[in-house]
């Protein structure tokens, strides 16, 4: 049995949170609004980001900080990426050398373009990182439906560790050794889904959603090779898994706020809307600023910040998407002389 600081209260932080008191760990839940843990120790069920799902009686939740890092064998880092960098601050004067961290937020910094393991590291270099993502969405973890996502550490013996501190026979836990593939992929799904849900809300149908899951993955892996990413962490579980369940379910958020925006939504009333932080919003626009940095042509990302940032109506940026200049599908693949 591991104590556990779950630092961040959202729908991911409560759902991770069921799954490792599931396990038998001793687990505390930190939050930065008061009223936030007050209804968690009242009720142990986050009524408006995770209703139905009730934590066990052992779960405990704190405002404080300090209580919920020093001596916890292990802390699961679950605040949406924008704060991501401001919280691990926060926590560096309470970790200790070589206590785990494990980023389970999906997002890249827009002002440094840093991955959220790289900012971690930053703020908090005394600690051990380790990233935990995968096709699943809060909402069927904390009910305990089949799930499977990878642990990616720098070292084996850390990926196997948060291995071992998650896995159980509801939720099925991989290791690799690219976190960076891991968490491009976790990232810019994100974005291909805000463009999936505008071609819902525009009413297009299975091709179109097809089209862009497809493209979608291109795009993301051609982003990350160029960055050092391997090509089997992009087209595994954390790529393209973590892809088709984002585009195709209405538990993202992505997902709900591409719909709306399709609908005539602007981007901030799609997130008043959804009620949640939807992070491809802010990836989207790291996401060009990466494909300028390494030279790499992302025209579905360009035309959703285009939507995002600028105003563009979405029926126009698919139609410059459907009418860009002639090309191969695949550049690498010879042709006969």
Request: with cysteine; net charge negative.
């Amino acid at each position: 049995m591991a104590k556990i600081g779950m630092i961040g209260a959202g729908s991911w932080g409560t759902a991770l949170a069921f799954v490792l008191a599931k396990n038998g760990h001793e687990v505390m839940v930190w939050s930065a609004l008061a009223s936030e843990i007050e209804q968690l120790a009242r009720q142990h069920e986050h009524t408006e980001k995770l209703p139905g799902v009730t934590l066990p009686e052992t779960v405990q939740f704190t405002a404080d900080l300090r209580k919920a890092v020093q001596g916890m064998d292990a802390l699961v880092l679950a605040v949406p990426s924008m704060y991501t960098r401001q919280t691990a601050n926060q926590m560096a004067s309470f970790a200790a050398d070589g206590q785990l961290v494990i980023s389970v937020a999906k997002g890249i910094e827009d002002e440094t373009l840093f991955t959220l393991s790289k900012v971690i590291k930053q703020e908090i270099p005394q600690c051990v990182t380790a990233v935990l993502c995968g096709p699943s969405h809060a909402e069927e973890v904390g009910r305990g439906m089949p799930s499977a996502l990878v642990a990616g550490a720098q070292k084996k013996e850390t990926a196997e560790q948060v291995q071992h501190l998650f896995m159980n026979e509801a939720f099925r836990v991989y290791t690799s050794p690219d976190v960076l593939g891991m968490e491009i992929g976790a990232s810019l799904k994100n974005v291909i889904a805000l463009a999936a849900g505008m071609a819902d809300g525009l009413g297009y149908g299975d091709n179109t959603k097809a089209a862009l899951i497809t493209r979608g993955i291109n795009e993301i892996s051609r982003l990350g090779l160029a960055m050092g990413a391997k090509y089997e962490t992009l087209s595994g579980l954390t790529g393209i898994g973590d892809l088709i369940v984002t585009c195709a379910s209405m538990h993202s958020r992505n997902r709900r706020a591409g719909i709306l925006m399709g609908q005539g939504y602007t981007m901030r009333q799609a997130m008043d809307e959804v009620k949640m932080v939807v992070e491809g919003v802010y990836s989207a626009k790291a996401a060009v600023g990466l494909a300028r940095k390494y030279d790499v042509d992302l025209p579905i990302i360009e035309q959703v910040n285009a939507a995002l940032f600028e105003n563009k109506p979405v029926k126009d940026a698919v139609y410059e998407l459907m009418t860009r200049d002639r090309k191969a599908e695949n550049d690498e693949l010879a042709w006969e002389a």
